[in-house]
């Protein structure tokens, strides 16, 4: 179109032109030039593959050729020189896997069938029993030649009856894995599991020399018993299993184990024992407020069940035959300590319900004036529990209270006067409802908080219904005089004459001028 109309192309239009009708043309050469540089390397790699993969199969001829020499093992004898061997040959076995994992990427890569390798996983297969079986006969060797040479008391004996019941577990299996294909090398399996039995018959020994439960007085017990063949010192950290060889000591073996039995009973009962006290130790005492000026003692049923829990399971540990010596002495000591305990919490209990039914009542200044020996006895329990309390706050545990020397004396002196303190205000308001029959009609409760409060004769309302059928209120004048009464259906009758509350002997005694409104 352009050339219609006689347009001059400019040189560099023209170039750009030429020059980009011809990249295709590059490309394709590239392109080519790529595809063949490729396939070249394919090839190389491919061919270096193919040399690994040769050379590796010629390496499992080599591995198949050594284990033939192992499977020559037919005596136990033989481990030390085949244990060398056999290790290398698993490090090449497991290396081997490896290589054909590699392998097998590499042709996935070049698009090529993973090659299989039989014979590798049938030596592989083959093997193993053999490398258990030479491994763990070369294991029990070491290790047997260093229990029987070595102090006991240096090894670690769980370990000991771990791997001798492992190794006779392993021994089966190996023997019927190897029977049928390898008949001569499964019998050195039995062979192996032969001398594992024999080192079994020192492991009860080994049990009883090696117990914590041992003590002192046990092991002289079994000195005692060995004496006939021991000469010289016998000392329990120097044991070996070679003694019990040498001096013959399975002829005791029985006794020994008898020995230890108790010892491990005894030690079971003091590890109770010591788990009690433990729990006693942590245990704490629950405290809730009381009117913001003191504290109460809460979940004395909690206490009492713990402590009850534990006086029956000491007893139950005293009735055992194998409590003896110091242990029974100490359990004895427990078991007192228990019942001092419980004991305590009881007189704390009976203090703290009685105190909290006083409280209010030696609250009152006119009960203190009236009763003043009685308030001095309960102003000094009174300081007993609010310093106890205060003790309980900052060590809350029960072994801290009780360990205190003092403080069963103290507690059972303030109920024997809190005792006191109640006669006395049984006998104050018996003397008060001999004058007034009527009072007979409240409650203690009732009484004294009108007699608690005598400065306010008013305070005598709440209860006129109770001491009188027909009256529910009386009338108070501005100087507390009473002039009347109200009915409950709220009918007032005045009196002829106003009775004064704190005139003469009136004053303060409520049941004087309650017995003229009777009047």
């Known amino acids: 179109m352009l050339d219609e109309f006689s347009y001059m192309y400019k040189e560099l239009d023209i170039e750009s032109f030429w020059y980009m009708k011809v990249w295709p043309l590059k490309i394709q050469a590239c392109l080519t030039d790529g595809k063949n540089m490729a396939q070249d390397k394919n090839d190389l790699f491919s061919a270096k593959l193919e040399a690994e993969k040769e050379a590796f199969t010629k390496q499992i001829t080599l591995y198949q050729q050594n284990f033939e020499k192992i499977k020559e093992f037919t005596k136990l004898d033989q481990v030390q020189d085949l244990i060398t061997a056999t290790f290398e040959l698993k490090k090449n076995i497991d290396t081997s896997h490896n290589t054909v994992v590699q392998f097998h990427d590499r042709e996935t890569t070049f698009g090529l069938p993973e090659t299989p390798y039989p014979d590798l996983d049938d030596i592989d297969k083959s093997f193993k029993p053999f490398f258990d079986l030479i491994t763990m006969s070369h294991e029990v060797k070491q290790l047997l030649r260093e229990w029987t040479e070595e102090r006991l008391m240096t090894r670690d004996t769980e370990a000991i009856f771990s791997s001798i019941s492992q190794w006779q577990s392993s021994c089966f299996q190996l023997y019927k894995k190897l029977n049928e294909d390898y008949p001569e090398t499964a019998e050195v399996a039995q062979d192996l599991r032969a001398q594992i039995e024999t080192f079994s018959k020192n492991l009860p020994l080994i049990k009883a020399f090696t117990s914590e439960a041992i003590l002192e007085e046990d092991w002289k017990e079994i000195q005692q018993l060995v004496s006939t063949v021991v000469t010289g010192p016998f000392e329990r950290d120097e044991i070996k299993v070679q003694h019990f060889m040498d001096l013959d000591l399975y002829q005791f073996t029985e006794e020994i184990e008898e020995i230890a039995m108790r010892a491990e009973k005894k030690w079971s009962l003091a590890q109770k024992l010591k788990v009690m006290k433990e729990e006693m130790k942590i245990f704490q005492l629950q405290q809730a407020d009381y009117k913001g000026i003191t504290f109460l003692i809460r979940g004395f049923d909690e206490v009492n069940a713990k402590l009850d829990d534990q006086i029956v399971g000491t007893q139950a540990m005293l009735g055992s035959s ?26 704390i209990l009976k203090v703290q319900r009685t105190w909290m039914y006083l409280e209010p009542i030696f609250s009152s200044g006119d009960i203190m004036n009236t009763m003043p020996l009685e308030g001095k006895m309960f102003n000094q329990v009174d300081t007993l529990w609010k310093t106890t309390m205060k003790g309980i706050e900052e060590e809350p545990c029960i072994m801290d209270l009780v360990e205190k020397e003092t403080i069963s004396a103290q507690f059972i002196k303030a109920n024997e006067d809190l005792d006191k303190i109640q006669k006395s205000l049984s006998d ?14 409240l409650a203690n409760e009732d009484l004294l908080q009108i007699l608690a409060q005598t400065k306010n004769p008013r305070l005598v309302q709440a209860h006129m219904d109770k001491c009188f059928e027909g009256i529910q209120k009386i009338q108070f004048d501005e100087k507390d005089c009473v002039y009347g009464m109200i009915s409950a259906e709220q009918e007032i009758v005045g009196f002829i004459k106003k009775i004064d509350v704190n005139e003469g002997d009136k004053k303060g005694n409520v049941e004087k001028w309650m017995l003229e409104i009777e009047s």
């Open 322 to 347: 194998f409590m003896k010596g110091r242990l029974k002495s100490e359990t004895k000591n427990w078991e007192t300590k228990l019942n001092n305990m419980s004991e305590l919490m009881e007189q």
């Open 428 to 441: 104050y308001l018996e003397q008060k409802r001999l004058v007034f029959a009527r009072f007979f009609f």
